[in-house]
């Protein structure tokens, strides 16, 4: 059943386009560093302001991301909670489950660690975060 859930596992990682460029090794690690998460529909997974801890990968379901008075939909393959992380500020955006979720998660050192391994996903991501930033700045 380990080896069953392991296997689920890589194929949904590998379902990521942000991790498409891992060798082995760095899918290896990165499986062994993820944990698994749900969310039942309605659930608030990020709260504006809070500390951050953790950034999700979307692997099933849908979440809301309310900011600016915009209600933007993350689905499967993205991912949220980043921007705290990375900048070390406090959470921009409330996140709320919309159907039963199921994510990977990594904890703030974990996600340091892997990011700085893996320079081509921090530029990935960090790209995402500016785009993200510029567009809860706009009016
Ligand atoms: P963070 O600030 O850590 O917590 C809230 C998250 O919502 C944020 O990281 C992003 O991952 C996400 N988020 C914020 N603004 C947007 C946006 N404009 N589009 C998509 N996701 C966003």
Redesign the pocket.
Known sequence: RDAERVLKARELAESFPMFASLDPQGMQDLLHTFRHRTANPGARL?R?G?R?DT??FIAAGQVE?A??G?K?R?GPG??????????G???????TAVDYCQFFTLDRRDFRRFIAQHPEIRTVVEA??A???Q??EEK
């Open positions: 990020i504006r809070d951050a950034v999700f991301v900011v600016a915009r933007i993350l993205e991912h949220f909670g980043e921007m705290a992380l990375m900048s500020e406090p959470r921009s955006a409330d996140v995402t975060a785009a993200r930033r567009m809860n």
